[in-house]
């Protein structure tokens, strides 16, 4: 898959001429992980490579090197570091092994996890942490998501990253120290205390066995103090069936001293009858002189049968195919076929149809298919992904798991319909598709902005170079109406994907709209608006009023500006627009001639107190009423008359906006400066 933004790796890369990346598998604020090949013994590895930042970093160097001691542990259910190295550009990077199969956080969240399955995880992490607990160390953060179930199988589980393990030898150095470290779900509440020996893993063990079982992680509060409380507790085990219930109880209990004493104690537990280890979790039993005879005869058979035929497949469990790809080409994929036949067309297609490179497809023979139409189901499952941008998909015998990003809802939820379909061929079927470009440009949503907007420009708050996934994109401005932001809020839908929106938006009405499309752009701001209270002289920041209160609005000008003529209008909601300056009674506007000046600013009353209007009748006064609603007060300033003597006291926003329109398209009377403010009731 084509490298993203943010990638320290991407495929095709090779470490220390032997790692071949050829998949991101996820990252986080420290680091990244990559799946890679080994290319001189052709096995998986994953590599932990960290951030420049933490790769120089010498605490984290230290961590990396403690992480790196695990190697000393040889055990199936612990992963196997192998090796710590730097690139020639100073990353870090550990490479331990990698393992195939979910995590059993994500097998908890698709399937669900039974009784008699948890007991056998239990019993394979125990074995596990009784490897690790020998060597003198502690996890301290195991959880579902850090257990991954090799191939699929709880009996395969697999202790995995020990980024914050603590060594507790005598003399030994823990790089996160005695503070706490874990996570608070699963954490042991001696945890919190900044203490942590094997029954603190312990307690992980049943938290995590518990969570499994619900299907998802214990519920915490959000302060500190109430986390520390509830730790106190016992754990809630309502409702989950004997053995497994009694197992978890012990194994989380709030007191360490009650928990058993070692991982090999709660081994002897699941030994026990009471854990049904005599029945189905017992070692295997010595077969009888019987069955050993008829596997004797049966292995004779067969190998008679071979040396007839020919060899055959080994017979894969689970079976599956892995595959990854987007509408850029590249990706990887890797599963079983049941013939050559089948072989050579799941390849081609991989080729041809999901475009995914010949050097990265690996597809090996072998028995155990789950259906004698395997192979057809299994093209209907890659089939879907043609729609999506990117796209993961895993069939794991009979689960079918496909994630991905759309372009857009209309290509979400074709590849949907057709994942869904494909599925009813006998497959559980689990989805996540985003929607969306991997990468948003600014510029194509301000196109968007632009062909929407009818009441003034709409703006982008503080937008980022490119919106990533998950990004807010916020809009601020004026819209004519509340179908408008309807409208806007549809089509910003259909380009930003699954982004967040956020519209600011002030909804106006079509005359106040009609006359801001056509105030000018990058004009001079020069002159502004203050409003204020007729009955108490004091200013009104808000520019809202309520029903009965004198509104008196000025308009300012610097006093630097001596030449020119003001134009002051004053447009309401029902499409009238009132002139207040110039006006019959007051038809002086040049500017040298109005006002007062003071403290370097002009300053020209256009809506007067109610008390000024009585002494002179020439005055303009407003009191605000129930119908007042929005009104918007503009205020034009021109080198030249804009129009010929003087406009009637009021007229429709239609007359006003064409004599408007008509002069400015000559530069002598154009509008050099203007200012609009709006004036609200409640």
Known sequence: MARRAGDIFQPGHVLSHTYEIEVKLGGGGVGQVYRARNLVSDSLVAIKVLNEEFSRNADYMELIKREERIREISHDAVVHYYVVSRTEDGLIYLVVEYVEGPSLDLWMQRRGVKPEDLLLIARRIAEGLSAIHARGLVHRDLSPDNVILRNGRPDQAVIIDFGIVKDTRRGAQTVIGGDFAGKYEYAAPEQFEGNA???????????TLL???RGEAPRMPAAPGQIIRQKAKPIDTDGVPQPLRGLIDRLADPDPSRRPESADAVLEWLEAPQAGGGRRLGRVAVPTLLAAAAAVAAFALWDRLERWVGPTAPVAS?????????????????GHAPDEAAQR??????LEEARVPEDAIRIELAGGAPSETWTDEVIALLDATAPLEEWRLEVVDRTATLNGLAADPVSRDRAAEAFRAAAEAGYEP?????????????EV????LDQIGNCGPLQLVSPPASYPPGAEIAVAGTVAGTEDRAALEARLGEIAGDRPLRLDLKVLNQAVCRISDLLPENVRGDISFWFGDGDTGEANFSGVYEVGSNPVVDVLIPASIEDGFLYVVAVDVDGEVFHLLPRLGHPENRISEIGEVAQGVRRIRVAHPRAEREADPNKIAFEVNEDFGQTMFVALLSPRPLFEGLRPGGESVEGFALALSENQSSPETAVQSFASRLLETR
């Open 211 to 213: 969570a499994a079982y």
């Open 345 to 350: 067309r799941l390849a081609a297609y991989l």
């Open 430 to 442: 689990t989805m996540t598709l985003e929607v969306g470009p991997r990468a948003l440009d600014p």
């Open 197 to 207: 020996d094997a029954r603190s893993d312990l307690y992980a063990l049943g938290a």
């Open 318 to 334: 689970p079976y599956l195919l892995v595959a990854e790809g987007g509408a850029d080409g590249g990706g990887a994929a890797h």
């Open 445 to 448: 949503v301000r196109a968007a």
